[in-house]
């Protein structure tokens, strides 16, 4: 299997942004398995083998040989001789959550989760409202230790995460200790559809305008953006806001249908593949807002899909980009399965903008440059912070409605 990828951070966000599939121009998802034999590994690569059977057959402690541990860190070690921070092995338990994570959607209980400070369980940061977690009883502050009766307390995050998520239906059972209350408590959870928007807005105060947030590029953030865009232009919303800052990136298809909503016609990208050729992606209509007045804010967050779509709006002048220089990460990246149900994310390419800007390493310079002042990347943009973006983008709007 093979998903061809648009992303900075794939890190986990436990209410399950972690999501999959959908098809694009490239064939996202192909079955990418092989048998290997001594006939077609090459010499240089025989002498893998070659220390694994002198180790199997000498080595003293060998009860310490674990062959799919020497076989992942022997992975990792070819992956980090490369110098590149985008090609890197996932083990199996992660490597099934990130296949989740583009689809907007996976079955489990609909909560936060993050491993404790003191490594002694997993925590529950919040549950969602309208969610099985919400529904049984789970708070936030409850720390799992058992899952199915399975000790949680040493499990990795990625390894807790996928043993609570499940097929829909099923239950799964939750031991945990609740701040406040003696004894441990068993909460059994029939895990469900737990849907994760990529895409969300809010009406900016004292102005016929609209944020439009979008979080990561999944397969239903086009949907997403048309039921927003829709619902707003029918109660007389004059302009928008797209707000990009901190997008990470996400599916190459989701980022070229999204441009493809504001752009008329002709390229959103191409890229220059690890064999020199040149792949190109172009406009696909399945609504027109071309008309609609937009203005774009990034920020050193936006990377990778988000700057796609912000170099092609700049290029074709569709719209005014407002904060700050992007991150600069243009690498094509595949995500490439291996027998061990783990994977590798592979970079195979470098993205260009439609008049021919490298991304990589350059970034997305902003017609108009505002930097906010913020501590991290965690505190931005909340309700009572003073955005100095946003207002320059309602000033723009303004502007480009007057004319």
Known sequence: ?????????????????????????????????????????????????????????????????????????AVRGMLNSLNDPYTSYVPPETFKIDQDTFMGHFAGIGANVEASPDNNGIIITKPHSNTPAEAAGIKAGDRIIQIDGEDSTKMTLSEAVNKIRGEKGTPVTLTIIRIGVEN?????????????????????????????????????THDEIIKIIDKHT????????????????????????VASLFIDEGLITYEITSDGNQEEWKVRKTKDYTNLPIVTLVDRYSASGSEVLAGALQDYKRSIIIGEKTFGKGSVNMMSSLSNDGGIYVTIGRWYTPNGRLIEGLGIEPDL?????????????????????????????NYEISK
Do not use: H
């Open 234 to 257: 029918d109660e007389n919303k004059k302009g928008f806001i797209l707000d990009l800052r901190g997008n990470p990136g996400g599916l190459l298809s989701a980022t070229v249908n």
């Open 1 to 73: 299997m093979k998903i061809i990828l648009l992303t900075l951070f794939l890190t986990i966000f436990v209410t399950g942004c972690f999501n999959s599939s959908e098809e694009s121009d490239k064939s996202e998802y192909t079955n990418n398995s092989k048998n290997f034999t001594d006939e077609n590994i090459s010499d240089e690569l025989k002498i893998i083998w070659e220390a694994y059977e002198i180790l199997s057959q000498e080595y003293i402690d060998k009860d310490n040989l674990k062959p799919e541990k020497l076989a992942e860190d």
């Open 184 to 220: 441990e408590l068993d909460i059994t959870i029939i895990r469900d559809t737990i849907d994760t928007p990529s895409v969300k807005s809010n009406e900016v105060p004292d102005t016929d305008f609209v944020r439009i947030i979008i979080s990561q590029f999944t397969a239903k």
């Open 369 to 397: 440059i505002i930097e906010n002042q913020l501590l991290s990347k965690s505190n931005a943009y909340d309700e009572d912070f003073t955005d100095l973006q946003v207002n320059a983008a309602i000033t723009q709007l």
